[in-house]
């Protein structure tokens, strides 16, 4: 089973920049597809971004689209979320999730196993 560990999460103003980490181990984790999830107190945890295998298609929600950008890097077992022109309402717990089921990302995808999160707070 892959085990995935987020880390570069912190504080910031309005307008400014995180960059996520999320290390993988496990062989298993180059053919799956991956996504950044979050959630904010009170709310459901939502898929913010996802990126297939290859890193040939990716998916972003309306909210972040054009201000995060989700990478990977198969030979390193990382994947990346470059947060900018960040908002107070992107406050949330980010958790990095794997679909050992599909290559394929998708706003459906099945994702199987988790990271244990880590808190990004944006103030205004």
């Known amino acids: 089973q892959v085990q995935l560990v987020e880390s570069g999460g912190g504080s910031v103003q309005a307008g400014g920049s995180l960059r996520l980490s999320c290390a993988a181990s496990?062989?298993?984790?180059?053919?799956?597809?991956m996504g950044w999830f979050r959630q904010a107190p009170g709310k459901e945890r939502e898929l913010v971004a996802g990126?297939?295998?290859?890193?040939?298609?990716?998916y972003y929600s309306d909210s972040v689209k054009g201000r995060f950008t989700i990478s990977r890097d198969n030979a390193q077992n990382m994947v990346y979320l470059r947060m900018n022109s960040l908002k107070p309402e992107d406050t949330a717990v980010y958790y990095c999730?794997?679909?050992?089921?599909?290559?394929?990302?998708?706003?459906?995808?099945?994702?199987?196993?988790w990271g244990q999160g880590t808190q990004v707070t944006v103030s205004s």
């Open positions: 999730a794997g679909d050992s089921g599909s290559m394929y990302i998708s706003p459906t995808s099945k994702f199987n196993y």
């Open positions: 990126i297939s295998w290859s890193g040939g298609n990716t």
């Open positions: 496990g062989r298993s984790f180059s053919r799956n597809a």
